[in-house]
């Protein structure tokens, strides 16, 4: 669980680091809207990092760890597009999760 919950956090900061200057920051200069995606995205890998370490140490494989990820990722990526973007979502949105799902419930069965 702990794994879980650090991938979510971590994936939050992500998010942001690489999506917040679509609303609102498109004025701002490249170099600037890198340095400061980069403050963020530190703090994305203080706690990927560990995620990674603590799921690895606990039988996870990194096939897993990285499908979990991506997951993940869509969900919160999905409820980012919707709430900060003020994009709708799509059947074919829900179709690319699907997959993913699909993809990481093949990693995992027959996981001991």
């Not at 990092?49 to 993940?72: C, D, H």
């Not at 074919?92 to 997959?99: I, W």
């Amino acid at each position: 669980m702990p794994t879980i919950l650090l991938l979510i956090v971590s994936n939050l900061f992500m998010t942001v680091a690489w999506y917040w200057h679509l609303k609102g920051g498109m004025d701002k200069p490249i170099l600037l809207v890198i340095m400061i995606s980069w403050g963020i995205a530190f703090f994305e890998y203080c706690l990927a990092v560990p995620a990674n370490r603590i799921g690895f140490a606990n039988g996870w494989s990194a096939g897993q760890l990285k499908v979990a990820q991506e997951a993940i990722a869509l969900v919160i990526f999905g409820g980012f597009m919707v709430t900060v973007l003020g994009e709708p979502l799509h059947w074919r949105h829900f179709a690319a999760f699907a997959c993913i799902m699909g993809a990481v419930a093949f990693l995992f069965v027959g996981r001991n």
